[in-house]
T-cell receptor, first 113, second 110 residues
Framework: GAGVSQTPSNKVTEKGKYVELRCDPI?????LYWYRQSLGQGPEFLIY????????DSGLPNDRFFAVRPEGSVSTLKIQRTERGDSAVYLC???????????FGDGTRLSIL | TQLLEQSPQFLSIQEGENLTVYCNSS?????LQWYRQEPGEGPVLLVT?????EVKKLKRLTFQFGDARKDSSLHITAAQPGDTGLYLC??????????FGKGTHLIIQP
């Protein structure tokens, strides 16, 4: 597609469950970023992929969060044992290469009950 | 921790007025990006400024990057209701993830 696509757009689940959030970047973009945006705040960086490898995962809050990008295109953000504090909008962005302007998807709104 | 302070956080003005939003940091960035975000959508890139002192214009919007590449401003001339939204500044350091400010919620009243 023309833009960054994220699925699902909304996800509601119970505390303690496992969730997977998907990001399909702009075709040909080698760099992919995940951010988390809480209500009333700007996005906060989670992890950055260059190709298949995680170049920087310093923003992941703890070991319950993990992300993969096995073929250098689609990425999945995985959250284990979800907590109510994980509720937020998870945004994905891609750029043609690291350091180039980033283009965002519309995010997945995650609600943990 | 690199922080970007945006001000004001909230601004409500009448159609036709001018306004300026500020983005300040104690850190140097390789570039600074301005985004606009509507409810339920992701941020949309407005402009990227790279060179210290650079000024870019996008119709009624003027963006400036400070000489030291630590701060930036967004000036809107003759604001219109369609300018309503959340404006975010974000600093980049090479290929690293962006550092965002908290945003400025702008409301333009007809």
């Amino acid at each position: 597609g023309a833009g960054v696509s994220q699925t699902p757009s909304n996800k509601v689940t119970e505390k303690g469950k496992y969730v997977e959030l998907r990001c399909d970047p702009i075709s040909g973009h080698t760099a992919l970023y995940w951010y988390r945006q809480s209500l009333g705040q700007g996005p906060e960086f989670l992890i950055y992929f260059q190709g298949t490898g995680a170049a920087d995962d310093s923003g992941l809050p703890n070991d319950r969060f993990f992300a993969v990008r096995p073929e250098g295109s689609v990425s999945t953000l995985k959250i284990q044992r979800t907590e109510r504090g994980d509720s937020a909008v998870y945004l994905c962005a891609s750029s043609s290469s690291g350091g180039e302007p980033q283009h965002f998807g519309d995010g997945t709104r995650l609600s943990i009950l | 921790t690199q922080l970007l302070e945006q001000s004001p956080q909230f601004l409500s003005i009448q159609e036709g007025e001018n306004l300026t939003v500020y983005c300040n940091s104690s850190s140097v960035f390789s570039s600074l990006q301005w985004y606009r975000q509507e409810p339920g959508e992701g941020p949309v890139l407005l402009v990227t400024v790279v060179t210290g002192g650079e000024v870019k214009k996008l119709k009624r919007l003027t963006f400036q990057f400070g000489d030291a590449r630590k701060d930036s401003s967004l000036h809107i001339t003759a604001a219109q209701p369609g300018d309503t939204g959340l404006y975010l500044c974000a600093g980049a350091r090479g290929a690293d993830g962006l550092t965002f400010g908290k945003g400025t919620h702008l409301i333009i009243q007809p």
